[in-house]
């Protein structure tokens, strides 16, 4: 499968705190991207690291990426319980020349107030 | 709201039954990407449209089709329904044909097959 896995499938901790999730996909990728998904609903597009990039930041988010190791880290920094929801890496392919996103299996955070 | 539209939000109906699901893309949008999600298999790449033409194919199963028209939006159409096939459908777009941005995803149909 195409599909990057997500580590860990889930995560609690207390607001305030910092949330990690890690993605490690397959394929060579010309770029890596991050969404989120509240329960039921659509996904958010977050943010999106080129292959040739190896950190990149918006606002409380810092996205790490290591082509080497085939690896993505999202961090998301003094955590909100709006920041609930499922959070999806997701990777084209170059090899296969894919013109579509292949999504993994996605990280469920819980921020407890 | 994202700019995607999608259409219905709930879609109930019975085995064998052939439905259609539409989509209008972001202002601007030439590419639409139909997904299917499921509890036991995430998230699954179906079909991809390009400015009215087919561009990439990935799980989509037989009974299953789609098109994109000249206004650009687009229909998914599920035939022969199983119950297997409740799940969540998203549509998404993206401006351009290859894949340097994010999408812009809808917010979603739940198909109910009883």
């Known amino acids: 499968s195409q599909q990057g896995e997500e580590d860990p499938q889930a995560l609690s901790i207390q607001e305030g705190e910092n949330a990690t999730m890690n993605c490690s996909y397959k394929t060579s990728i010309n770029n890596l991207q991050w969404y989120r998904q509240n329960s039921g609903r659509g996904l958010v597009h977050l943010i999106l690291i080129r292959s040739n990039e190896r950190e990149k930041h918006s606002g409380r988010l810092r996205v790490t990426l290591d082509t080497s190791k085939k690896s993505s880290s999202l961090l998301i920094t003094a955590s909100r319980a709006a920041d609930t929801a499922s959070y999806f890496c997701?990777?084209?392919?170059?090899?296969?020349?894919?013109?579509?996103?292949?999504f993994g299996t996605g990280t469920r955070l819980t921020v407890i107030p | 709201d994202s700019g995607v539209t999608q259409t219905p939000k709930h879609l109930i109906t019975a085995t064998g039954q052939r439905v259609t699901l539409r989509c209008s893309p972001r202002?601007?949008?030439?590419?639409v990407y139909w997904y299917q999600q499921s509890l036991d298999q995430g998230l699954q790449f179906l079909i991809q449209y390009y400015n009215g033409e087919e561009r990439a194919k990935g799980n989509i199963l037989e009974r299953f089709s789609a098109q994109q028209f000249p206004d650009l939006h687009s229909e998914l159409n599920l035939s022969s329904l199983e119950l297997g096939d409740s799940a969540l459908y998203f549509c998404?777009?993206?401006?351009?044909?290859?894949?340097?941005?994010?999408?812009?995803f809808g917010s979603g149909t739940r198909l109910t097959v009883v």
């Open positions: 998404a777009s993206s401006g351009g044909v290859y894949i340097d941005y994010g999408y812009t």
């Open positions: 202002s601007g949008d030439l590419s």
């Open positions: 997701a990777t084209d392919d170059t090899l296969s020349g894919a013109n579509n996103l292949f």
